[in-house]
């Protein structure tokens, strides 16, 4: 599965990375908010009064990388978020207790629904194709690119977008805090959409070559995937894009597969950029597909030429284990 | 490689009944299951009516054999699924059994919510909005979609495979499709597929601001339809493929033969006039079945009775069909809409219709929207020779899925 | 309350409750809010709905009534000058 336009919106400005390049700066604070653009490009002004940012982000980068591929009506859409559409829920809920269930307005729960921001790519675009959306927490971004390749086989010299999109909202960072998941590391969250077929073109940033997930894997699971991975790239990964945040809960999974891929491994973590959030691997895929188009890697000192495979490995609090795997082409 | 789609198992819970007999029953009796709120808490109680399941959340914790505080939508979808795992001969005590016959299967859980774990978000919320650190956490634990299915796997000790979709009311059936293409990729051997939604304040009161709830019960597919009524429940399918099938050695009368999944990208809410997502979901379903229209003998429709969806739908099926209508009925008015759990609740609907030859009728149908006469079904009605059933979940964001089953 | 400051009125409410990238002056009294004016739609009127519940305490009953009030900001300020009940005090 090949990529031909990627796109993210993210608390670190990638947005416009094509014309103004990288600056990576972790965020700062506790709370990481994305850098959204200019819309009005992007999104009919009509339209956009109706979107909260989940929305907006989601549609904003679907559109982008839609026009990067060269693509006006793809053969499937599909979407990924853990969280849904916070802000609209959010506004409904306090509406509902404020108001004792009166005199509410439709908009808020009209917006609410998990499958807004494909709907909205849909109707922006008069997509009448398959549109589904995967709501399975950490792993939810993972199930849509399952889903792009598996529509991929059925349906050879298709073309889908396929994305994540989630948002932190007052609520929510409130909520998430207490339950402890930002005690070491900022909250944070972004969309990210890719245009993918089955065959490279002179397009093509990076081919998706496994994606693998587990959930609460046993004691040997882990290492064997990991191991079974390492094989399937032929021993050769340049590259782990870790998930790894300060203080993990989750430090010895992610000790168990760096001792597989070997500890000379190159290791970048992107959760300081992006923030911790269910979706991020969708980031992290990104800036993997960045890396690989470019054919270099240039962060945190670290300068590499040429990479030819980057991994992506992400633990998530909730259990949520997964794997992409990306080459370049 | 394309192989066959069994229908292994069935579970239902609804306001018809808290299994599948109950409501194969009710529908053979023609009894609504709407009536006038008595579980939800809510200021419209008296005003709406609703199809709740008959039974609070300690006696769903009591039959799901659940202790601590569960979301209504997570009791409701492990009930359902473990009905359809124990049809399918897949359970073994409370756990879902992985070895048959010496030979291990991949077994994999897609549920759709849309609500989740909301019936508890909403009863956190008034303490959580006076003071940031009010409310119990363990009321928000399942809020996201994921988290109900995931209580639901756990429960039932599936891990091969977790999935949840949320695409509003045509989620089920999604679950379905997505469950019967896993199969025939050969990367699971026995799919649980379906759907599950509580009936929450938020639901109702945002339905309500639509105002497409009828405050009577509901007429639909009548020419004097006023609304929906919002119901709750969870409909789950075993799905098997053939290797499992062998391996159950069951006598699996019913298929998956077609399906489709497409958008009617008109409005965020409403169907567009012409019923295009609804028209090229039905056509693709019977293109992947290899059928003609004229082969299928009934439809279960999506039928809400608001005046958009209905009239949205006939249109779609008249594009379909031409004037060659095949036997046609919604089974709303006996569940009311249960969002997320109508596609697998109306597969489950299905299945009696092919097995038994039963058309089940309308409820409180005095005009029916198509006029052509014994079209829309008013009564119970035995056929003969009913070999393909359509059945039809669109819902918000344009998002409109078909299911198409046929006996073997 | 003059029937001309209920316009201007009017005219602040809509572009808040609908959320408008829209100044007040922007919009002619007269203009129709629907389809080819402000493009408004079907959700629209129903967030107009309740706007009328809240600031004039105007229930209407049927949603169907809608687009014949909310022709334009001059129907709605008759409608609301017609059904208005008199506040208490």
Redesign the interface.
Known sequence: MYINGASAISPLPVFDAMTSGISFIPGEGNRLTAYEPAYNNLID??L???MSRVIRMGVATAMDALRQAGVSNPDA?ITGT???CLEDTGI???R???N????????A????????V???V??L?????????????A??FE?SLQ?AR?WL??HPGASVLVGAADELTD?SY??LE??GLYRHQAGGEGAAYYLVTDAASEKSWARVDQVYTL??PGPEELQDLAAALLQEASGQIDLLLSGEEEMDYNADQYAKVSSVLGYGLPVIRYKKYCGVYPTATAFASWLAAWWLKAGKVEVDGLQLLSPGRILIYQADP?GYHSFILLSAC | MQQAVYIAGRGAISAIGKNREENLETLKKAETGIGSIQYLSTAHAGLFPAGEVKADNEELSKMAGWTGTNSRSSLLGFIAAREALQEAGLMEGNRVRHTVSGKRLKIGLISSTTVAGMDLTENFFPAFLQNRKGGKLRMVRQHEGGATTERIAQALGIRDYVNTISTACSSSANAIMLGARLLKAGELDVVIAGGTDALSKFTLNGFNTLMILDQQLCQPFDQNRRGLNLGEGAGFLVLVGEKAAELLGGNYRVRVAGYANANDAHHQTASSPDGTGSFLAMKGALEMAGITPDQVGYINLHGTGTQNNDSSESIAIERVFGNRYPAMSTTKGYTGHTLAACGGLEAIYSCFSLEQQLLFPCLRIQHPVIENPGVVVTELRTVNGLQHVLSNSFGFGGNCSSLLFSLR | MNREQLVEELKQQIIEQLNLQVQPADIVASDPLFNEGLGLDSIDALELIVLMQQKYRIKLANAEDGPKIFQSVDTMADFILANQTPQAG
């Open positions: 002004p009509k956009i009064r109706r859409i853990a969280y849904g409904f809920l306090k509902l207790v404020e004792g269930e009166e005199m509410l307005t439709p908009t729960f009209i917006q609410s629904t998990h499958n807004t494909g709907a909205q849909a109707l675009l008069k997509c009448h194709s398959y549109n589904n959306t995967y709501v399975q927490r792993q939810s199930r889903d598996l086989t059925e609520y409130a909520l207490r339950f959930f609460d909730s």
